[in-house]
């Protein structure tokens, strides 16, 4: 019988998936081994002082893989964090990493508390014990691991880490100090663009998929994402952005959830109407324009065309899977299919873009991040001018030989002003995110045993770690 619990935890659904794909591979054991293993385990326990007691923290850094450095992934504040978990997320990284081309191994940081229990002060004084955990033990770094956010963290996380990070270097290191963690805030070293990044990165992949014909007559939709209606279940950093990018392409978004409720209408909720009131009562729920769901389980069975889950792991499984009336599920959350649904979707014929590629936007931008601390100069800031005056130049011969002067609706269009780093960016995670589907768009074709695209990501993903240990001859 089906049911809510699945038999797997979540590492061990991560490792499942890792055995199908690598059988469609001619990796050697050995090798496979070695790639799927987690190389690092850190778990540790520390005090801090919260109010008049001493509370002992449990928390955890997994480097997952070493075959390529700095080690890279976020760090989730949570009260189900546990070492399963965090070894489960560090092991997805990797292959995020490896599909995107970004050349890091993955690492996944966890620290078990629920944030909405402390004040900022608390916080505060959490994230930067925990960080110089992280010091003591070598466990962070530019070029040794380099953590990010994640569930229940964000910029204001990221600059404590940096802060508490510069204080233990010596100045020949605070060259490249600010490389130590991605996502912070634009004014200390961060990136334009990587706080939507990963939602960004959602609606590029779906609208990829949504692009090919041939997949979508298979799924009996039309093309494009126009008029495509949607529901988002998780309405913080990747929902939201999701939701939005979606509800700017012309999707509709007929629901969405969270984690005390959910809201429904048929005909498109706002989302930037429902964030200032979900901002301003602290809830989705009694949103005016949409009608509450009673159960906030049952959105995920709404009907739609794509569902987009978008909070934890584990969301979809062997008792909601077969409700589900999505022709396309696009994991925004890592782990959000247990093993059992993912079994029940493959059988209904729904596509499921896996979180190992949906989700690595935010790992993509991250890496432009680290790319610019390590270079010391924004992006676009040498050639923004000479390209803009390059442009006009050739607007003016056209206008010379054509006789005719463009518009200012026309010059517009056409961007004469040179790339400024929030283009950059936006460009650079799509052309990422566009390539990498049809690499593994191309192995989900043509090798029979890669029966649906989680299984043609990870055989893609493997492959690609498993060529970067040939050079050195330890495996066959
Ligand atoms: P977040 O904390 O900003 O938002 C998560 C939201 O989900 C919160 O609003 C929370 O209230 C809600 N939620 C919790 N339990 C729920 C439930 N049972 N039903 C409905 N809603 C629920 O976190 P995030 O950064 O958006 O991360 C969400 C997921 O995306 C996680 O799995 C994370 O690992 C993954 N992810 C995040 C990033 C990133 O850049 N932030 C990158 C890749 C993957």
New binding site residues.
Partial sequence: MSSNKSKYSFYESVELYFEKAASSTKIDRSLLDQIKGCNSIYAMNFPVKIGKKIEVIEAYRVQHSHHKLPCKG?I?FSSKVNQDEVMA?ASLMTYKCALVDVPFGGAKGGVKISPSKYNVNQLERITRRYTSELIKKNFIGPGLDVP?????T?AREMSWILDTYQVFQSDSNMVDAYGCVT?KPVGQGGIRGRTE??GLGVFYGTREACSIPEDMKALGLTTGIEGKRVVI???????YWSAKFFMEAGAIIVGV???DGAVHNPKGIDVDALKKHQKKTGSIKSFPKAKNISN?KSALELDCDILVP????Q?IHGGNAPNIKAKIIAE???GPTTPEADAILIKKGVMVLPDMYL?AG??TVSYFEWLKNLSHVRFGRMDKRFQESNNNELIKMVEKITDRTLSLKERKKLKLSGPNEADLVYSGLEETMVNAYHDIRTVWKKNKKTEDLRAAAFNVAISKVAQSYETLGIFP
């Fill in positions: 976020g989730r997320l990010a956010p994640d569930y229940g964000g996502g990044a990963t279940q998780g309405f913080g950093n990747v929902g959830a969270e984690w906030r978008a909070a934890l792991e969301q925004g959350a890592n989700n935010g790992v």
